[in-house]
Every structure is written in structure tokens, then in C-alpha cells.
């Protein structure tokens, strides 16, 4: 029986960070990953969406070249050569995983790893390791709607396997996701619908990003329909979607499936543990990413807390700096965290939503807002507006939270990211010099 300090089931980013902390420690590390290293984020994630986002940006370039004065002309897009170009960028990335792992001396197990108990996991062939600590950072996969026919449509995962641009689009859900996906299908030429279940996108984030997003992917072109519950998939003249109440939708040469993402804890051997699991699978665990068997903790998407990577990475890393590096109250704060959403135009966003603050705070809230043509498109026919919102709290004004949809969003946010998590008051931000001309300066600028 082999033994280990640490055993991380799960080759993502979330399990590789915390085993390749662990390991600068001193720790003996061995990672379970039956799959390609890096998890959802590098191999149908974060990474090559952010390689399809880049290249709708370089067709919206080309788009307003002639309006700068150049004379560009486009003979049109090879989507087999972008996704060659791109299979090959994610290869060179698992390869970069696999050497950090053996440079680090962690032990790369290529196997599903099971806990049979207490300290005990064990591989596909039945083979047993142990260890006194156990992370459990397996994440999650593509959740279908359990409907007649599902099996003709595809998931997020499906997408990165497209060979070719389907003409015709349907999108399912309404997530960041689903507003992603659909984005860079209609940017490459594929006509898109986008099937909602209620009456918005985004939810679950503020309702002017919401509002905004969904105004100008309907002035894109892309068709929203609201109210729009699947009940059935089939391949009748292309493939026919027919729904609750918002009738049938036909000819489509994909349907897309962004519904949702279900952790993957079914067969980790949760039975043969005290684990606590919630109605849909997530683990249940401290504010330490402690489980309720003592030396098994999960992180990540299995957790249901903001399922981002970079949170991930976050838990992990101070995961392994308390257990192996001594910092005993490590943990991480889950109340302020930035994210973006790659869609078209591109959203960022940080903290509370103004729905959220205002039900946490009541009346003590204020909100500032701004709303503008950014100065890229000043000259250009299309002019798709920028939106901003502070929301604050209290007599000092302190800032909850920061929206921003509009170009350049993505990249504004993490400086504003780092005032926040220091505590930045409204007064902060009124008094910080703006650089001028960019769109950021309007946060700084806000009366």
C-alpha cells in the first residue's frame, strides 16, 4: 500500500494548486486524474471559450478597420483551422501540468480514485493508497434537461468537439454560459436563438448587466425567446425543439444544452465517509473547506461555492498553507469575488448585485450610474453603449459592489477588485486621478 501526506482527488485547477502547494511544503502528494490535466478550465472551460472569445474580437476588429481607415478585407473564417490552432495550444497546456506535477515530485495517479474510509483511497484497479489528508476537488459536468431526444443536442463540453460553424443555433439556458456561447456563435455567422426559461439572462447578477446584455444581443441579432421550457428535442427538418409555452422551434443544425452544472460526487465513495451532501450533490463543508469526516476536505465546483476558477485555486492554495504550512486561521473569504463574463459586449462585476445589497442592507444603500458610447466606437456606425454601477452602503459609503458591461470590462476589474477586498469607500474612489481617455475612468468619476 502506497502512503502519502496528501491525496487530491481530482487533476484540476482547484486539486493541482493544493497539491503543488502542499508539495512546496515538504508534503507527499499524489493527484488522481483519470483525465486530461487542468480540469474544465483548460481543456472545455475558461481557456479555449477565452481563444473563441478572441477570435470574435478579432472579427469585430476587422468589422471597423474600413471606419479607421484601413482598407482590410475579410475572404471569411476557418473555424477547422481555429480549433486545430487551439487543440494544440490546450495540448502544450496539459503537457505544462504534467511537468509542474513531476518537477514537484507529486505522484500523478492516471485513475478515478475512490475513498473506501478513513484515510484510504483507492484507484480503478483496486489498488490502495493512504493518507491522513484527503481533498476531495473533482468538479462538475454539463447537466442535460432529461428530455425526449436530449441525445441530438450537445453540451458546453460538445462545443470545443464542433468540426464546423452550425448555421443554425440553439442555445438552452440563460447563464453566463449560455450568453458566452451564443455570443461567439452568432459573432463566427451562425444564426442563433437563444431559449430562456424565465424572462432574463444573468439572473443572478445585477439587473442592469441583465438588462443591458440582453438589449444589445437582441440588437445584434441573436433571437432571445423568453419563457421557453423544452419539452422534447428531435431531428424533424434539421432539429425541432418544442417547448412548455413559447411553441416549437425548427431547423436548427445544433442545439446546445447550458442549463446548469451538476458536481461529480456520485462515485468518490461518499457512502463509505461521514460526508454531508446537499439534494444535488454538493459537498457540504466549513468556512476551513473542512467535510464532516475528519481529514477529508472538498474544494471547488463539488462545493456549489462560487464555481469559478480562480476560487478554487484560492481555496486550495490556503487550504494547503494551513494544513502543511502553519498558518492555522488560512481560510478563504468568499464574500468579495470578481468575476467576468465573457459574452458580447463582455461583463465584469464584483460583490453584491444592488438586488443583494439592498436586501442585506435595507435602505442604507446607494447607487451611482453611468451609461456611454465608448470612445473605440465614437466614429464607428455600430455604437453599443457601456453601463457602470457603484453600489454602497453605510454613512461612509463603503463600496459592495462594482458592475461594468461594455468593452474593455474584463480587464478593468481587477484593480478595482484589489480596492474593494482593502475596504475602498466611494470617497476612495472619488479621489483617486483618473486616466483619461479610458471608460474606466467614469467608475472614479461617478457623482
Not at 214 to 243: C, H, K, Y
Amino acid at each position: 500500500m502506497s502512503e502519502f501526506d496528501l491525496i487530491v482527488l481530482g487533476g484540476g485547477s482547484g486539486g493541482l494548486a493544493s497539491a503543488q502547494r502542499a508539495a512546496e511544503y515538504g508534503a507527499r502528494v499524489a493527484v488522481f486524474e483519470p483525465g486530461r490535466l487542468g480540469g474544465t478550465c483548460v481543456n472545455v472551460g475558461c481557456v479555449p471559450k477565452k481563444v473563441m472569445w478572441n477570435a470574435v474580437e478579432v472579427s469585430q476588429g476587422l468589422a471597423a478597420a474600413k471606419e479607421y481607415g484601413f482598407d482590410v478585407q475579410s475572404r471569411g473564417h476557418d473555424f477547422k483551422a481555429l480549433k486545430i490552432a487551439r487543440d494544440v495550444y490546450i495540448k502544450r497546456l496539459n503537457g505544462i501540468y504534467a511537468d509542474n506535477l513531476s518537477k514537484k515530485g507529486i505522484e500523478h495517479i492516471a485513475s478515478a480514485g475512490k475513498i473506501n474510509g478513513p484515510g484510504e483511497v483507492s484507484d480503478s484497479a483496486g489498488q490502495r493508497y493512504q493518507a491522513p489528508h484527503i481533498i476531495v476537488a473533482t468538479g462538475g459536468k454539463p447537466r442535460h434537461p432529461g428530455i425526449d431526444g436530449q441525445e441530438l443536442g450537445i453540451d458546453s463540453d460538445g462545443f470545443f468537439d464542433l468540426e464546423s460553424l452550425p448555421a443554425r443555433v440553439a442555445v438552452v439556458g440563460s447563464g453566463y454560459i449560455a450568453v458566452e456561447l451564443a455570443g461567439v456563435f452568432h459573432a463566427l455567422g451562425s444564426h442563433v436563438s437563444i431559449l430562456i426559461r424565465k424572462n432574463s439572462v444573468l439572473r443572478s447578477f445585477d439587473s442592469m448587466l441583465s438588462g443591458e446584455l440582453m438589449e444589445q444581443m437582441a440588437a445584434s441579432g441573436i433571437e432571445l425567446v423568453t419563457g421557453a421550457v423544452p419539452t422534447s428535442l428531435s431531428a424533424d427538418a434539421g432539429l425541432t425543439l418544442d417547448t412548455e409555452s413559447a411553441g416549437r422551434h425548427a431547423g436548427f443544425d445544433a442545439v446546445l444544452y447550458a442549463i446548469g452544472r451538476d458536481p461529480n460526487t456520485s462515485e468518490i465513495g461518499v457512502e463509505n465517509t461521514s460526508i454531508e451532501v446537499t439534494r444535488s450533490g454538493h459537498i457540504v463543508v466549513d468556512e476551513y473547506q473542512c467535510t464532516a469526516e475528519r481529514g477529508v476536505y472538498a474544494i471547488g465546483d463539488v462545493t456549489g461555492q462560487a464555481e469559478l476558477t480562480p476560487v478554487a485555486i484560492a481555496a486550495g492554495r490556503r487550504l494547503s498553507d494551513r494544513v502543511f504550512g502553519g498558518q492555522k486561521d488560512r481560510k478563504l473569504n468568499y464574500d468579495i469575488i470578481p468575476t467576468v463574463i465573457f459574452s458580447h459586449p463582455p461583463i465584469g462585476t464584483i460583490g453584491l448585485s444592488e438586488e443583494q445589497a439592498r436586501s442585506q442592507y435595507g435602505l442604507n444603500v446607494e447607487t451611482f450610474t453611468s451609461r456611454f458610447v465608448g470612445m473605440f466606437n465614437a466614429i464607428t456606425e455600430f455604437k453599443p453603449r457601456t453601463a457602470m454601477k457603484l453600489v454602497v452602503t453605510g454613512s461612509d459609503q463603503r463600496v459592495v459592489g462594482c458592475h461594468v458591461i461594455g468593452a474593455g470590462a474584463d480587464e478593468m476589474m481587477q484593480g478595482f477588485a484589489v480596492a474593494m477586498t482593502l475596504g475602498a469607500r466611494k470617497k476612495d474612489f472619488d479621489d483617486t486621478i483618473a486616466i483619461h481617455p479610458t471608460s474606466s475612468e467614469e467608475l472614479v468619476t461617478m457623482r
